[in-house]
């Protein structure tokens, strides 16, 4: 282990965010997936259902692709942390935060589609 100015090392840093890898992408995939093909639930639809689903639906993309990009962006946080035993709580949190994402704003997506 090496000591210096900033801390020291902490060995085992890199378990957390591979976990959180593991789960936050193939999680992201599927929601990206889920909210891709779920414009086929009005294919059948017309006049003012259609209108109501095609504007609940962008809005709900929207806030799909901005959620989704934050949970890449708290996961790459996780992993770019410093090193250091200091830095593990919060390497933890990052790591637990980025799924969590995923799940909060797939489930907003649901909420926010104003379903046929």
Request: glycine share 6%.
């Amino acid at each position: 282990m090496a000591n210096d100015l900033t801390g020291t090392c902490a060995p085992h840093s890199w378990v957390a965010p591979l976990l959180s890898t593991l789960v936050t992408l193939p999680a992201a995939g599927l929601a990206v997936l889920y909210g891709g093909l779920s414009p086929m639930a009005c294919d059948s639809c017309d006049g003012p259902e259609a209108e109501r689903f095609t504007d609940s639906f962008n809005a709900a993309w929207a806030v799909l692709c901005t959620g989704l990009v934050l949970s890449l962006a708290v996961l790459v946080a996780s992993w770019v942390l410093p090193w250091r035993q200091r830095h593990v709580p919060a390497r933890v949190l990052l790591s637990v935060a980025a799924p969590g994402t995923v799940l909060v704003v797939s489930l907003a997506f649901m909420a926010l589609v104003d379903w046929p």
